[in-house]
């Protein structure tokens, strides 16, 4: 019987990017095995020289373009990386031999994807977002990423759903105290029932475009709103979307005291959708920041959310932890893990991202 790793060459793919990108920028000075022997016999000097070394994107494991050296050395391991990972995938499609032919069935997952985080949120990993706006004129650019896992029995019968995503967002500030936000998710899933494989989807979902707008701030207290709407860009058809323009706003609290910020989300999604769910789903979470050192901040969350599913009363709660490193002023990377609360809720997410400021 064929068994498929599709699961388990992803998470290895997440481990060995969050190794790149988080242990490359304190990796030794010294030689590699190769630069060691070239100089013991002489000839390091001619390998310079060759005539092609010049058109290397990433000369030392280095992006020549980023002058700190952390930041540039976190972003060409990721590349490479991922470059590697795509290069060896494009190989296997190409000798991998095609099934004679196969059935999909596709099966409602929408509450496994509706709690996927497709909104922009201003300090991955935390679901709750803060009050805090880029400035006029400014830029952030962040890609973060999630691998989820879920496991459910009911009735005799075994289900496991497995997936994935990585997102886009960018952060315009249009003045001091207002920002637009686009977030663009790529998704991916797995469902299994006794460990037959019934469902397996991937592409572009739901894109979703939201303003925030801080209207208060004094003695550490501040005070925004945030209205949304998300843009059905995914194939509902395939559970990657809804089918439907959706709205949400969300009332954001966050109160600031040195060295720990506390935020509060309340908020009102109309989930409009071609998947007979709830239309209104209301959230509600708080979240907590503390500086443990001058670049790392402990981030922790929890919070609860309308169940969108009519059959069911229970509503899903998360809890999350997790950190946030400053590589330099204005490049955080972030990784933190959630759990599930309650049986509606996804057993457990693993998140990690990038975030630039400019």
């Not at 031999?97 to 994807?113: A, D, E, M, Q, W």
């Not at 994935?164 to 797995?190: C, H, M, R």
């Not at 609860?304 to 955080?332: H, Q, T, W």
Request: with cysteine; proline share 4%; hydrophobic share 40%.
């Amino acid at each position: 019987m064929k068994r498929r790793f599709d699961g388990w060459v992803w998470i290895g793919l997440g481990i060995c990017l969050l190794i790149a990108l988080f242990l490359s920028p304190f990796a030794s000075t010294s030689p590699d095995g190769l630069e060691k022997v070239a100089e013991t016999k002489g000839f390091s000097e001619k390998g310079e020289s060759w005539k092609f070394w010049k058109h290397a994107p990433f000369p030392d494991y280095a992006v020549p373009w980023i002058k700190n050296e952390k930041v540039s050395n976190a972003l060409s391991g990721l590349i490479g990386t991922l470059a590697i990972f795509l290069l060896a995938l494009g190989i296997g499609r190409l000798i991998k031999k095609s099934p004679p032919g196969r059935k999909v069935f596709l099966t409602p997952l929408s509450l496994f994807l509706l709690l996927f985080s497709t909104s922009a949120y201003a300090a991955h990993p935390l679901i709750t977002d803060d009050t805090g706006t880029q400035g006029k004129g400014r830029f952030q650019m962040e890609l973060n990423s999630e691998v989820n896992y879920d496991k459910e029995s009911e009735a005799g019968v075994k289900t496991k759903t497995t997936g994935g995503e990585v997102a886009t967002i960018i952060s315009y500030g249009i003045i001091d105290n207002v920002d637009i936000v686009l977030g663009v998710p790529y998704q991916w899933f797995k469902f299994k029932e006794d460990g037959e494989i019934i469902c397996r989807e991937k592409g572009l979902s739901d894109i979703s475009l939201e303003l925030k707008w801080r209207f208060y701030e004094r003695d550490g207290w501040s005070f925004a709103l945030k209205p949304g709407v998300t843009i059905p860009t995914g194939n509902e058809k395939k559970d990657l979307g809804t089918g439907r323009v959706t709205s949400s706003i969300f009332f954001i609290t966050t109160k600031e005291i040195e060295p720990l910020a506390f935020h509060l989300n309340l908020g009102y999604m109309r989930n409009e959708n071609k998947l007979d769910e709830r239309k209104d789903i209301w959230h509600i979470s708080l979240a907590s920041e503390v500086k443990l050192i001058k670049d790392l901040r402990l981030v922790t969350n929890i919070g609860m959310e309308r169940n969108p599913d009519r059959a069911s009363n229970k509503n899903p709660a998360f809890i999350l932890g997790g950190f946030i490193y400053s590589i330099v002023e204005n490049f955080d990377m972030d990784i933190g893990i959630k759990g599930g609360l309650n049986k509606p809720e996804t057993d457990l997410t693993i998140l990690a991202g990038i975030t630039w400021r400019f």
